[in-house]
């Protein structure tokens, strides 16, 4: 049913929710997940790919991270670093490679905390054909 799953990652605590429930699902499903998050900070937007910064480094190693959790668990997992904004760079990610499900969690603003923080997941699932797993951080 779900033989690739995107996983997508913000980097804030907020993930640990997603990441659980989404350890459980890749096991059921025996799907492969993909590790996506998003470096949007200023030389990640300026320098895309050839961006050098303490936050590139450290989304890297929190990638690498998670990435070690799965394969701890027998899941097939692949990590990607992509550059810009959010919601543009995983909507990309999705028509260009393709998956079965988008995990992501939301941080559960309300009307205009999204108008002014972004709403990355409400574009995200109105953007994309495929099915878009939300999860309410705690």
Same mark, same amino acid.
């Given at each position: 049913m779900y033989d690739t799953i995107l996983l997508t990652l913000d980097g804030t605590p907020s993930d640990r929710a997603i990441i659980e429930h989404v350890k459980q699902l890749a096991k059921l499903a025996n799907s492969r997940l993909v590790l996506l998050h998003v470096?949007? &900070?200023?030389?990640?937007?300026? %320098? &895309?790919?050839?961006?050098? #910064?303490? $936050? !590139?480094? $450290?989304?890297? #190693? %929190?990638? $690498? *991270?998670?990435?070690?959790e799965f394969q701890s668990l027998n899941i097939p997992v692949q990590a990607e670093l992509a550059y810009g904004d959010p919601a543009?760079?995983? !909507? *990309?990610? /999705? $028509?260009?490679?393709g998956c079965d499900l988008v995990a992501m969690s939301t941080h559960g603003h309300r009307?205009?905390?999204?108008?002014?923080? &972004? =709403?990355? =997941?409400?574009? @995200?699932?109105? #953007? !994309?054909? @495929?099915? /878009?797993?939300?999860? *309410?951080? *705690?």
């Open positions: 470096a949007d &900070g200023w030389a990640a937007r300026t %320098y &895309g790919q050839d961006a050098v #910064s303490p $936050e !590139i480094a $450290e989304d890297t #190693s %929190y990638l $690498e *991270k998670i990435q070690a543009d760079q995983i !909507i *990309k990610w /999705v $028509e260009k490679k009307f205009l905390a999204d108008i002014f923080l &972004g =709403a990355t =997941a409400t574009r @995200v699932r109105h #953007s !994309i054909d @495929v099915p /878009v797993l939300l999860l *309410k951080a *705690k």
